[in-house]
Structure formats: structure tokens, C-alpha cells
């Protein structure tokens, strides 16, 4: 068994809107930091991030949309062209120099994704990436380049293997779902909230891919509110039911953790127990199926201070086979960020559930969400 590896450089919080938008890098560095203060993760670990190239950004992006992201970020791009390759909208606004900090997020990924595959290790982190909702010619929530689908890409263009792409984000995985629509040779999973109030609206069940393609997108839609125990159980099933129907040679996971009660873009109602349990399920089916060949990256969770450091944390801990800790957080972390947090720090690694609120309609929502994974067990299990 090798040592897991773990990419990061502080150049990657460079990817930035403005100031007082949700998505905010910063959350890389705190992970890192409370990795580091808890002893788990060492500079030994760490691999520095390369660069992508135009070429590769072009596996699955158009060349005039590049284009237009680097004209956009030296401000030479007119509203109205912005406006079709959507860089000016509210989630997603140009910034100075986008081109060459998005690209680095891709970069990043790329690192984690060699890794694996010229056998340095079998598994790899690069919580920069996981930018989901990125199109071959158009930026959307907050993605510009969909780093995950340029990796999943090159390793099917590079080393000719199999990937599963596994997304646990509250949002449906739409931008890497559609670049992959009409082959066989990649099966895109998602579970997310349902579309029915949440960007980006798509994800339904019935979306399962398109000519060569169809079976192998698998979307599973839940319900807003869902709980740990519905969500998890759903997870567990559908995923190794599809890991048996594609077979694949590497997987590669996309881990938001929007999903968590706390986080305030989604209205999913998770807490710890679900972040702690996706990755070590996930490193176990890696074990089972691919040779433990396992990268994975990050994506949404805008709850900084309360939410994403602790939850992925879990992605590395499993990784390295150490159990979800329980118990106070490293005192150097609490240190360093508790005094700057705007609002209550946790002071523990699992959520004390004191403000968590009683979900009504509970009974009425696992029942949903059951008939849900009836029906998405059958597709699974068609041949
Ligand atoms: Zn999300």
C-alpha cells in the first residue's frame, strides 16, 4: 500500500470573485492548516500543483470560449460577449486574471490525477478542483473550468482506462453529467438535492445518458431536508450497484459538502456522521473495485468557519485509514481561526447537534426518497 498524496499550494486561494462572494478558498487553507495541526498531514505529503495547458483545457473546452475567459480577464471583453460565455452574472462575475487562476485549479487536479495513474501512489486530494458545473463553452455557478471533466478526460484520452465519476454535492453534477452524455467509456453518479428548488434544476432520474451513453449517467434526486440515514442508505446502494454494472478502473469523486445542515445554499439537512461515512465508503469501494485508484477533489461547502474544514478533513482521514476523530479539534487550529470567526466556532470534529432542528414532514420525506431508490435500483440494475 502507498502513502496517499495531497496537492496544495497557497496560489491556489487565488481563485477569487470579489470579496464578499460565497465561494471562497480560503477553506483550503484552514483544511490544510487543521490537518497539519491534528498531525495527520505532513509537507511530505504535499505535492505542489502544475499548471494545465490551453491544450488540455481544449480535451473539453471550446477554444473560443478560453478565449473569451482570457480576454474577459484583462477586462477586454464586451458585456455583451461576456454575456453569452456566461462571465458576468451574478454567481459567476469576471475577475482580473480568471484565465490563469482557473486554469490553475485544473492544474492542480491534473496533479492529483497523474499521481495516481503513473503509479506514484493510489490515492490523490486536490480539494482546489471539483468545479462541477462548468460547460464546454459557457461558465455557470460559479465554475469557469470544469477541472474535474478535463482530468476524467485525460485519463481516458492518456491511459485509456475506465473512470467513475462520483459527485456527493448538494447541486446536481450537471456540467460533468453533459460532457460525458454520449459514451460508455465514463458513468457520471450523482446524488444531490432535486432540482425542483435548487440551481442547477437538473438531475432528475430519468437523465441516464444518450446513444453509447445510456445507462451510464445515474442521477439520484432527494428530497430538500433529507436526513443522514435516508441519504446514506441511498449512497451505499445505488453506488456499488453501479460500480458493478461499469466496472471501472479509477474512480474519481467530487466532494462538496453543501450538503451539510449548516451550510446556507442548500436545504439538505446532513451533518457530520454523512461527511464522515461518504469518504470511508468511498476508499472501501476503491479497495474493493479499482485497485484502491481513487482522486478526489472538492467543490461547494460555504460554510468556512463552521462546515468545510472538519468535513473534508474526513476525505484525507479516510485515505490514510484513520477513523473520524471525535473530541475537541487541535488547539493550534482553534487558535488560529476560532478568535477571526464571525460566527460560532465548533470546538469539536463531529457537529454537537444542540441547534439542530427537528425536521418535520421526516417520516414523509424518507418515504420519497425510498420510492426514489426503488425506481433508480431497477435502472441499475437493467443490463
Ligand atoms: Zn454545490
Known amino acids: 500500500m502507498t502513502s496517499p498524496l495531497y496537492v496544495y499550494d497557497d496560489s491556489l486561494l487565488k481563485y477569487r470573485f470579489h470579496s464578499k462572494h460565497p465561494f471562497n478558498q480560503m477553506r483550503l487553507k484552514m483544511t490544510t492548516d487543521l ?29 473560443d470560449f478560453i478565449e473569451a475567459v482570457k480576454l474577459a480577464g484583462e477586462g477586454k471583453l464586451s458585456e455583451e460577449k461576456m454575456e453569452s460565455y456566461g462571465l458576468n452574472t451574478e454567481d459567476t462575475p469576471s475577475f482580473e486574471g480568471m484565465h490563469e487562476k482557473s486554469r490553475m485549479l485544473v492544474g492542480a487536479t491534473l496533479s492529483a490525477v497523474e499521481a495516481v495513474m503513473d503509479g506514484r501512489t493510489d490515492k490523490a486530494l486536490s480539494l482546489a478542483g471539483g468545479l ?9 455557478g460559479f465554475c469557469i473550468y470544469n477541472d474535474s471533466a478535463v482530468a476524467i478526460e485525460h485519463i481516458r484520452k492518456k491511459y485509456g482506462k475506465r473512470v467513475l465519476y462520483i459527485d456527493t454535492d448538494a447541486h446536481h453534477g450537471d ?15 450523482s446524488i444531490h438535492e432535486t432540482g425542483r428548488y435548487l440551481f442547477p434544476g437538473t438531475g432528475s432520474l430519468t437523465e441516464r445518458g444518450t446513444e453509447e451513453g445510456f445507462g451510464f449517467a445515474v442521477n439520484l434526486p ?3 431536508f ?6 446514506l442508505e441511498i449512497f451505499r446502494e445505488t453506488l456499488e450497484a453501479a460500480i458493478r454494472k461499469f466496472q471501472p478502473d479509477v474512480i474519481f469523486s467530487q466532494n462538496g459538502v453543501d450538503a451539510h445542515f449548516r451550510d446556507p445554499m442548500t436545504h439538505l439537512a446532513l451533518t457530520s456522521r454523512t461527511f464522515e461515512e461518504i469518504p470511508r465508503f468511498v476508499n472501501e469501494m476503491a479497495d474493493k473495485y479499482t485497485d484502491g485508484k481513487w ?18 478533513s474526513q476525505i484525507w482521514l479516510s485515505m490514510k485509514g484513520i477513523p473520524a476523530p471525535r473530541g475537541p479539534l487541535p488547539e493550534a487550529f482553534m487558535d488560529q481561526y476560532g478568535p477571526k470567526s464571525p460566527v460560532d466556532f465548533p470546538e469539536n470534529w463531529e457537529d454537537v ?6 425536521i418535520p414532514r421526516r417520516e ?15 435502472h441499475l440494475e437493467e443490463q
Open 226 to 231: 433529507t436526513e443522514d440515514e435516508s441519504f
Open 353 to 358: 447537534l444542540t441547534d439542530y432542528n427537528d
Open 364 to 378: 414523509e420525506i424518507s418515504e420519497k426518497n425510498r420510492s426514489m431508490l426503488t425506481r433508480a435500483m431497477l
Open 222 to 224: 432527494v428530497d430538500a
Open 132 to 140: 462541477h458545473h462548468g460547460f464546454s463553452g459557457r461558465a455557470s
Open 175 to 189: 456540467g460533468v453529467q453533459w460532457i460525458f452524455y454520449d459514451t460508455n467509456e465514463v458513468m457520471t453518479y
Open 295 to 312: 482522486i478526489a477533489v472538492g467543490g461547494g461547502g460555504y460554510n468556512i468557519w463552521q462546515v468545510v474544514p472538519r468535513m473534508w
Open 35 to 63: 490537518l497539519m495541526a491534528s498531525g495527520h498531514l505532513s509537507a511530505s505529503d504535499i505535492i505542489k500543483p502544475r499548471e494545465a495547458t490551453d491544450e488540455e483545457l481544449e480535451l473539453v473546452h471550446k477554444s
